[in-house]
Every structure is written in C-alpha cells, then in structure tokens.
C-alpha cells in the first residue's frame, strides 16, 4: 500500500508541481490510521479503495486539485471510523472537511429503513458541487471494478443493481468518462456467469427473481382470449421460470412442455401447476442443448424474459434453437423486454434488432408495444408473433 501511495505522489507532482504535497500525505497517514483493521468484501486493506478512487481523479479524470485529491483520500472517514467532524476541520480545515462531510451518510438510526436513507443520500449527491459527485462516482467505480473478487452474490447483485438504477443515471449527467466506464462494465459483468446453472439457481434461493411476475403475463393472457389466438398445440416455453405461462396456456388445451435451467425454477414449476391442476411437462436443461432431441417438435414456441436473460452474444443461436424446435409453419409467441437500460441480465432490445435476427428465418406478422404490460413495464415490452419461413 506504502509503494502504492507512493507511485501516486509522483504522479501527482507530475502532473501538478505545484500541489500541496504535504496536505495529501498528511490526509494519507491518517486514512492508513483510521481504516487500520478494516478489510474489505474481497479481503484486502480497505485502505487500498480510497488511494484508488484519489488514483481515478487524478490519472483518468486529470483532476491535480490538492483539496479534491485529500477529500477523496479521506472520503469513507466520517462513515466508517470513529472520526468527528470537528477532527477533520481541526486537521484539514472546513474546504476539506465540508468535502468528507457531503459524501457521507448520515446516521441510519434517522430514517426509517436504509432504502430511505440511501434515497435521501443520493438526492443530497445531485445537489452537491460537480467536484463532490466525480468523488463519488470515483468512489463507485472502484468498487464495481473490484466488485467480482466479492464471495458474496447476494453483495454483487446488490451492488450491480445500485449502481444501474442509481449512479448510471447520475454519471450520464456529471460525466461522459465515467458513464462510459460504468456502462462498459454492467454491460459484461455477469455475461460469462449467466451461461451457468449456478448463477439462476443462486437467484431463485436468494428470492431475486424479479422476472417472475407471479402470474401470467397480460399480453399473453389478451391474446389467448382474442379472435386472433392460435388453435391449441405442442408448446415448448423457454426459460419457463415457476411456470405461470407454461401454466396458462396450459389451460387453455395446449401441450406444454417447460425448460429452464434451474432445480428451483423446475420446482417451483411443478408446484404451480400441480396447485392449477393442469399437465404440464418440465425438463432442466440448457436451451441450446435441446436440438437435435427436440428438433421439430413442437407447434408453438414461447418467449418471456428468457432472450433478455441470455449473454447477447449468443442470440443469433437463440433464433435458431427457436426455429429448429419448431415444425414447418409453426409459430413463435414472444413477449420482449425493452427497457433500454445499459447492462444485464435483463439485457435490453429493440425491434430492430429483433427484426434483423428473426426476419431472415420467420415471417414476422406482428410486432407491437402491449397496452396491458404490468405496470413496471408499461412501454418496455414487445409483443410478437411469427411464423416459421
């Protein structure tokens, strides 16, 4: 950490002969004091995160102003140890000390519950001067590029989420480098993991799957009860989930078969519809090993957060899973998640992309914004029927 630190100073005075080296080394050996003993998720020093997030500003941001490097250095003081206020005013005085002060989060014994206090927090944040944010989104982005040596899914979820709901948005206003690095990182960091039975089943036992509407989707349910629904048929339902699609048209007298990839979505599955009373056949399996078993099969495929879910890099073998399951003339039901928000799973998509994927192998007959999504996804959704080539 020493040499760390030190490789920093030299940068700075490369960079800015004219900076007040002894404030920055001062506020060095006290953050190496104070977070003494503290470690972070992955294990190390937690020390190292503030020296690195100084190391964002100076060497990717060229921010050489000594108060701001100090304020960054001393960033998690206030939060995190057993430092006043009054302290840091008497050792570094208020411009520094007011800095430390607008990134910290206030007592949580305030409010009512930590969303409420990180709410509250996040407003105070795009109040506070553009010099205060870059820290903070420094401070994030730190965090993130160190997020997957975290044991912990449940603390990598929680983090991935945090920062695409919240600081995305923030950094797209405050800074282009910084959304850019963000957007870059949430958009491939759990691709790889995503083609795993580990990373769904972790999911469904940590009750994070917020894809399971807990019903059937309306434009789904619209559809089948219109003039236009298709006559009843062999329907495979891809990524099935606990099943309450699969479950409705299987009422509705078609034969369903169910995959997914993971125990506890098969499971929950079953139970759902066993408690409907209708046959429903389900089978874990990866989607791209179901060809040549399942080759032709079936009359109907169906689509529900299942193409969002996958790395986007292996859609064009999505399309042809989806057209080899299905026999001459069958017909593709799918409902498609827009959100275009960066990042994933759920990863984004627009007709377009739709279109040049499905185009050269399906006719496509219908493709349109649902009026009846839930109400989270008002707007966000396509709905499409196709028909094999």
Known sequence: ?????????????????????DLIEK??????ENHRGQHRGEGSDYAIHPIRVACILLEELKITDSNVLCAALLHDVLEDCQVDYAVLVETFGEPIADRVKMLTKEDINRYSSKEERDRVYLERIRQVPREIQLIKLSDRLDHIRYLHLSPSQERQLRYYRETCEKYLPLAKEVSPYLYDQMTTWANGFWKHRANTVSFWENLYQQREALWDLGQVAPPFASFLESPAAPPPGSLAVLGCGRGHDAVFFAQKGFQVVGFDFAPSAIQGAAEVAKKAGVPLKLVQQDLFELIPKYAHQFDYVLEHTCFCAIDPARRGEYVQIVRNLLRPGGQFIALFYTHGQPG???????????????????????LEVPSNSVERRLGKELFSLMEVR
């Open 1 to 21: 950490m020493q040499s760390r630190f030190q490789e920093f100073k030299e940068r700075v005075l490369s960079q800015n002969p004219e900076v007040n080296l």
């Open 27 to 32: 506020a060095y050996h006290f953050v190496e």
């Open 344 to 366: 994933g799973p759920p990863y984004t998509t627009d007709s377009e992309e739709i279109r040049a994927l499905f185009s050269p192998f399906f006719e496509i007959k219908t």
